[in-house]
């Protein structure tokens, strides 16, 4: 069996008060959709990468023939913000809780076809981005990214469908005890 990462490259950059979408935006040099290529790349479990460049809305019907043919998987993120609004960012939160509920009842419509979907949903996680947004932060209170793309390729490879994967930081990784 071949593992096939699909990335669908999606966003506008408006959130970030960018007119670039957000996949081709530099961080650290790379753009956002380089570095995504880069992490699958150094994984020896993936076998191929796909990298489709749609709007949002179009992922389902760009992606359905593919994965239903290879029997693949599609992973979408979210954050902590899908479970409740919060002040100021009620567009974040409502399309976080939208991306989740689309998962959910994408799975079910797929699931005959053995296709699977699923969300990881990481608590606040060190990237480029994050810095940009809030400054440093003490490493030992989030996430690395590393982890984040292991939890993701697991779940790649997992026979789970329609499932919220959430990514937490061990109390042993923070020094915390």
Same mark, same amino acid.
């Given at each position: 069996?071949?593992?096939?990462a699909?990335?669908?490259?999606?966003g506008?950059?408006s959130?970030?008060?960018e007119k670039?979408?957000k996949?081709?935006? !530099?961080?650290?040099g790379?753009?956002?959709?380089e570095?995504?290529?880069?992490?699958?790349?150094k994984n020896?479990?993936?076998?191929?990468?796909?990298?489709?460049?749609?709007?949002?809305?179009?992922?389902k019907?760009y992606s359905?023939n593919?994965l239903?043919?290879s029997?693949?998987?599609?992973?979408f993120?979210?954050?902590?913000?899908y479970?409740?609004?919060r002040?100021f960012y009620?567009?974040?939160?409502?399309?976080?809780?939208?991306?989740?509920?689309?998962?959910q009842?994408?799975?079910?419509e797929?699931?005959?076809?053995?296709?699977?979907?699923?969300?990881i949903?990481p608590?606040?996680t060190?990237?480029?981005?994050?810095?940009?947004?809030?400054?440093?932060?003490?490493?030992?209170?989030?996430?690395?990214?590393?982890k984040?793309?292991?939890?993701?390729i697991?779940?790649l490879?997992?026979?789970?469908?329609g499932?919220i994967?959430?990514v !937490? !930081?061990?109390?042993?990784?923070?020094?915390?005890?």
């Amino acid at each position: 069996m071949k593992n096939i990462a699909i990335i669908l490259a999606g966003g506008s950059g408006s959130r970030f008060g960018e007119k670039t979408p957000k996949q081709f935006l !530099k961080v650290a040099g790379k753009s956002v959709i380089e570095h995504t290529v880069d992490a699958f790349e150094k994984n020896p479990l993936i076998d191929e990468i796909v990298v489709e460049i749609v709007e949002r809305h179009g992922a389902k019907a760009y992606s359905f023939n593919y994965l239903k043919q290879s029997k693949g998987h599609l992973l979408f993120y979210t954050s902590s913000s899908y479970t409740r609004g919060r002040a100021f960012y009620s567009m974040y939160s409502s399309t976080k809780a939208a991306t989740v509920n689309f998962v959910q009842a994408l799975a079910q419509e797929w699931e005959k076809s053995e296709i699977r979907v699923n969300v990881i949903n990481p608590q606040r996680t060190k990237t480029p981005m994050r810095i940009k947004n809030f400054g440093n932060e003490p490493d030992k209170t989030l996430l690395s990214a590393e982890k984040v793309a292991e939890v993701s390729i697991k779940t790649l490879l997992s026979n789970f469908t329609g499932q919220i994967i959430d990514v !937490k !930081k061990d109390v042993s990784d923070t020094g915390l005890h």
